[in-house]
């Protein structure tokens, strides 16, 4: 039987740093993309701090995607909000987390420890 691509937008495979966060996770050390499309991207899910707990099936995360340097421009990124499509465990070690994206958008890239403490205070303040 012939398998069938039912994919809506072509996929490029790259790796690029990536930071995810989440109400239920936080992560301080880096992540890495693994393929991105308009409308979804591949995570491997181990960061460069440690263990992180996988999120689940449904969970909304938001990803930065630290893109490559450009001595002309400031530091860019890709902010993107989706939800977790599937989770791949065929590795342990690392799974793979897939996120169909609802939103995404260019920004200069932020300086991720100020933003890691903003979004703790704001956690607490809502789980509070």
């Known amino acids: 039987m012939r398998q069938v691509n039912r994919r809506e937008s072509h996929r490029v495979e790259i790796k690029l740093y990536c930071y995810v966060t989440s109400p239920a996770i936080w992560t301080r050390g880096a992540m890495h993309i693994e393929n991105i499309s308009r409308s979804g991207l591949l995570v491997a899910w181990r960061s460069d701090t440690g263990a992180v707990p996988t999120p689940a ?48 958008d260019f920004r200069s890239f932020p300086d991720l420890v100020g933003v890691q403490a903003a979004s703790h205070a704001a956690a607490n303040s809502w789980m509070a």
């Open 57 to 104: 099936v449904g969970q909304i995360l938001t990803i930065e995607v630290e893109l490559p340097a450009n001595h002309g421009f400031a530091p860019k990124c890709i902010h993107c909000q989706g939800a977790v499509a599937r989770i791949s465990i065929e590795d342990q070690e690392c799974p793979r987390v897939a996120v169909r994206l609802n939103y995404m």
